[in-house]
T-cell receptor, first 112, second 111 residues
Framework: SQTIHQWPATLVQPVGSPLSLECTVE??????LYWYRQAAGRGLQLLFY??????ISSEVPQNLSASRPQDRQFILSSKKLLLSDSGFYLC???????????FGQGTRLTVV | KQEVTQIPAALSVPEGENLVLNCSFT??????LQWFRQDPGKGLTSLLL?????REQTSGRLNASLDKSSGRSTLYIAASQPGDSATYLC??????????FGKGTKLTVNP
């Protein structure tokens, strides 16, 4: 069966520090991968999605970047965090052509 | 811009009541529609997926319907239980395989 792992679960980082959140999927090949952010009182905002290794689409201009170094690994990064980067970050995957999405447990990021 | 709207934003009901959560979207040309549940501080759990060629899906006490012509989907929960308390999110799936979410309905079922 397929599983998705996302870590860490919580993170407190100072302004200006770097960020790296990792997401891996097991039990499937060539999944679509997604990073979402959920801010208080707002819906889920799609940040990045990837349909294959090295293929990253960015939905909104921001202080973040994403990479997909391996088929089932998706990384969210920042060189210098801003206070506005605080939020709940969720990784998700879907099978190409199916679009039923499955989510990780999320990372609560607080930038102080 | 394609949007997804969920009404109401919050709902409180007594245990045992049947209830309906609403989701509307601005573009009827969707790929499919998915309902999720989110518990506080947790990720999203997929509840039901309705393909664009389907009109409804059922799982246990949950039934989701899709009316593309009117741009609406409903999630029906029968005989609600306190354990159903959570935020329910709908998402329209685009042909590009992106998901666009509503802001959710926060449901509280009181014992």
């Amino acid at each position: 069966s397929q599983t998705i792992h996302q870590w860490p679960a919580t993170l407190v980082q100072p302004v200006g520090s770097p960020l790296s959140l990792e997401c891996t999927v097991e039990g499937t090949s060539n999944p679509n991968l997604y990073w979402y952010r959920q801010a208080a009182g707002r819906g889920l905002q799609l940040l990045f999605y990837s349909v294959g290794i090295g293929q990253i689409s960015s939905e909104v201009p921001q202080n973040l970047s994403a990479s997909r170094p391996q088929d089932r690994q998706f990384i969210l990064s920042s060189k210098k965090l801003l206070l506005s980067d605080s939020g709940f970050y969720l990784c998700a995957w879907s099978v190409v052509g199916n679009t039923e999405a499955f989510f990780g447990q999320g990372t609560r990021l607080t930038v102080v | 811009k394609q949007e997804v709207t969920q009404i109401p934003a919050a709902l409180s009901v007594p245990e045992g009541e049947n209830l309906v959560l609403n989701c509307s979207f601005t573009d009827s040309a969707i790929y499919n529609l998915q309902w999720f549940r989110q518990d506080p501080g947790k990720g999203l759990t997929s509840l039901l997926l309705i393909q664009s060629s389907q009109r409804e899906q059922t799982s246990g006490r949950l039934n989701a319907s899709l009316d593309k012509s009117s741009g609406r989907s409903t999630l029906y929960i029968a005989a609600s239980q306190p354990g159903d308390s959570a935020t329910y999110l709908c998402a329209r799936c685009e042909p590009s395989e992106k998901l666009v979410f509503g802001k959710g309905t926060k449901l509280t079922v009181n014992p």
